[in-house]
């Protein structure tokens, strides 16, 4: 999935500094050792319906200042994969594994915890 958003970097010295956007692309992980009697993890409908909920709070803002978390996190891809993650797992619990943020074709920041 994707979304699309404007941000700047804060404590950044470079071209980041100041306002741009990104079509950013999101992969979500989940994973886990127990399948339900349909005999999958979780249904990808629940999965696609949830991030889409997350990827709403972000789509079409300026993350510095109308997304919360931004306001008192810098709005990294690093940060961005975190805010997913930690949404997801609200929903998912530790079936959550992974969120990766792609902010260009080649350069991707991807969030997890240790179990």
Not at 19 to 28: Q, R, S, T, Y
Not at 34 to 51: A, G, P, Q, S
């Amino acid at each position: 999935m994707s979304f699309n958003g404007a941000h700047n970097l804060r404590n950044y010295n470079g071209k980041c500094e100041n306002l741009h956007g990104h079509n950013w692309k999101v992969e979500a992980y989940l994973k886990g050792n127990e399948l339900n009697e349909t005999e999958m993890l979780v249904d990808f409908t629940i999965l696609k319906k949830r991030l889409k909920e997350i990827l709403e709070t972000l789509d079409h803002k300026y993350l510095n200042e109308e997304v919360p978390f931004f306001v008192e996190h810098n709005p990294t891809s690093e940060n961005i994969s975190k805010y997913i993650y930690t949404c997801l797992k609200e929903t998912f619990g530790e079936l959550t594994d992974r969120v990766v943020v792609w902010e260009t074709d080649i350069q991707a920041a991807e969030y997890w915890e240790n179990d």
